[in-house]
């Protein structure tokens, strides 16, 4: 008995040292993983963007020189940017983003247009005083100072590397390839080749070997894949014939998903659930993709189910409006796509509205809401519309009692809120809850992206490849969301100024304000929020006054350069004036594709007995 027991500790002492080497090994990988390379990688490169964009103050800007050194300047930026902007995003969407001016909201001052796309503008298009050249240049270099600054004091770990390598791989997607990053030169395809090559470099310094020890195989598959994207990039490097349906499904995702079985595999980081993404989904176009709580204010996070059961029977109820004639139904009606078909709806007192009713499906995931931005938020969007003397017309903190003589809501309010509630706040919070599961990410497009379907037809491919290339659809309406909400931080939903006409006979400027309510200035005169393109097969009238009837009619109006193009005084226009040149086949095949993203997901059995309920 007593050697069998000896045998017995001596066998579990075996296994427990093995299992505890085993856990030492691992944490000792942990500890070792050695991210000095990476981070002197992004330290070197905005080091040399710095110093050349030094250089290019000290050039004339229509000189061959000028462009060799700005081409220089951002292939440094791009090795930089993923580290660099992940630290500081403002500061990195400034130095890289649109050739705009940019309104501060602290001082309420327009500040004229720097960065990288505007240098760009001054050395491909010409015409700039050399002064104004210098300054844009000197101006711009503040803002790598700044990133370098950053780069250099904050130290690299496991976390802030796979956020900022995840952010890069959707900047490939949704800016480098449509254009975005560079609108005047075309050099974003060049740059993607050179963010895939510097992201295979970080990673064989850092997380190689690891990989290796652990997955050989997907060592092997990862560096396959960049290959094979980096070959598709250089033998296909005309901007306008550049095939991104093809790219994106066959070459992006595979990249994608070998990083996200890269990160699980290395043990170093978990992920997080206060970004935008969800880091456990395979490519950007999953159904999960995107993290609805990042999108959704702190209180009203991670409803139950009885909560969003509650905003449903909500939704579809007439006494919650004082003359008992609306509900959110009314305009937003599920067959139409949550919207109602016409070009504005009747308020309360029979009086049209003032603007089309946009849909609500995947409306959660935006930073702005109503087409002039006036809420931050979608408790503030539908605590507006209760407060609005034309629709609801009753407090945010009153209650009618008028909805509880269904006794059903006894329990439905129970059940959500722990009592029977005494104000809207907590009916808006379940109708926001409702309105956040209408989300539609399982559409023809999404299913050929995800390569669950190979159905697209040559025309629905070639009008995805104009949307996200020579018709400079997609540099508004971001992929994959399709919306104005701007990648990779998804903090601000972006406003345009296009020049919206009064009729469809586009003769007349439209006199709609926009956003200029909000501060009073010009540059805002008829500004608008970017909508999403998923599900306009269903979501006509088009623009916020339903000036256009048919996708035709908006294909037109961009095609000509919007109301710019069309002649009107627009001096602050956003879009650009210059007509696209498409053909009428063009233009279809765009149609074409749009159609592909129709995913309104309605119950209509549901829907009606709600609606006799």
């Known amino acids: 008995m007593n050697k069998f027991l000896l045998f017995f500790l001596s066998i579990f002492c075996i296994l427990s040292c093995k299992n505890k080497n085993e856990e030492l090994a691992k944490v000792d990988h942990v500890k070792t993983t050695d991210w000095s390379y990476a981070q002197e990688f992004y330290i070197k490169n905005m080091t040399k963007a710095v110093d050349l964009i030094d250089s290019l103050s000290k050039v ?64 491909y298009e010409g015409g700039e005083e050399p002064a104004v050249f210098k300054k844009e240049t000197v101006l711009t270099k503040g803002l790598m100072v700044n990133l370098l600054k950053n780069v250099t004091e904050r130290d690299l770990s496991a976390e802030r590397f796979f956020i900022a390598t995840h952010q890069q791989l959707l900047r490939i997607i949704s800016l480098g390839i449509s254009g975005f990053d560079t609108p005047v030169s075309g050099l974003g ?17 850092t997380l190689s070997e690891l990989i290796i020890n652990k997955n050989t195989d997907l060592d092997t598959n990862f560096h396959q894949n960049i290959a094979k994207a980096v070959a598709f990039l250089q033998k296909n490097p005309d901007f306008n014939t550049f095939d991104r349906y093809t790219f994106i499904r066959e070459y992006m995702n595979p990249i994608t998903r070998n990083w996200v079985s890269i990160r699980k595999e290395s043990g170093l980081w978990k992920g997080i659930n206060n970004k935008p993404f969800n880091f456990d989904a395979p490519t950007f176009f999953e159904k999960d993709a995107f993290n609805l709580e990042y999108f959704t204010p702190p209180v009203n996070r991670n409803p139950s189910e009885k909560q969003i059961a509650l905003g449903e029977k909500l939704f579809f109820d007439p006494n919650l409006s004082q003359t008992k004639s609306m509900a959110c139904v009314t305009c937003h009606i599920p067959e139409k796509a949550y919207t109602d078909g016409i070009a504005v709806n009747n308020g309360n007192n029979g009086s049209p509205l003032q603007r089309n009713t946009p849909t609500l499906i995947n409306s959660a995931f935006q930073k702005s809401f109503f087409w002039d931005g006036r809420a931050e938020n979608i408790l503030d969007q539908i605590s507006m519309v209760f407060s609005n003397e034309q629709e609801f017309n009753t407090g945010v903190h009153e209650f009618s009692t008028d909805i509880l003589k269904d006794t059903t809501y006894h329990v439905l309010f129970k059940d959500a809120f722990g009592r029977i509630s005494n104000r809207n706040t907590d009916i808006i919070k379940a109708i926001s809850s409702y309105i956040s599961t209408l ?21 629905e491919k070639l009008g995805m490849n104009l949307f996200m290339g020579k018709a400079l659809c997609a540099t508004c309406h971001f992929m994959p969301l399709t919306n104005g909400t701007v990648p990779p931080f998804y903090a601000e939903t972006e406003k345009e100024v296009i020049g919206v006409p009064e009729t469809a006979e586009n003769k007349m400027l439209d006199d709609d304000l926009g956003f200029y309510w909000r501060y009073n200035k010009e540059e805002h005169l008829g500004m608008f929020k970017t909508p ?5 097969e269903f979501t006509g009238p088009y623009m916020h006054n339903g000036v256009y009837n048919t996708l035709e009619e908006v294909m037109d109006f961009y095609n000509k350069g919007g109301g710019g193009g069309m002649g009107f005084d627009l001096e602050h226009q956003t879009l650009p004036f210059d007509e696209l040149n498409l053909s009428q086949e063009e233009q279809q095949a765009i149609i074409a594709f749009l159609k592909t993203m129709s995913d309104t997901k309605v119950d209509k059995e549901k829907t009606a007995q709600l609606v006799l309920n």
């Open 439 to 459: 989300n539609g990410f399982d559409s023809k497009f999404d299913k050929n992206m995800r390569a669950e379907e190979d159905s697209f037809t040559s025309e």
């Open 532 to 536: 999403s393109v998923r599900n306009s």
């Open 189 to 205: 395809l060049s740059e993607t080749v050179v963010s895939l090559k510097a992201l295979k470099e970080v990673y064989d310094h």
């Open 60 to 123: 004339d800007a229509e000189s061959a020189e000028a462009k060799k050194i700005f081409k220089e300047l951002r292939v440094a930026f791009k090795k930089a940017e993923p580290y660099a902007s992940y630290l500081n995003p403002e500061v990195g969407h400034r130095a890289n983003g649109p050739a705009l001016p940019v309104f501060a909201e602290d001082t309420e001052r327009i500040l004229n247009p720097i960065g990288l796309q505007k240098i760009e503008e001054s050395i």
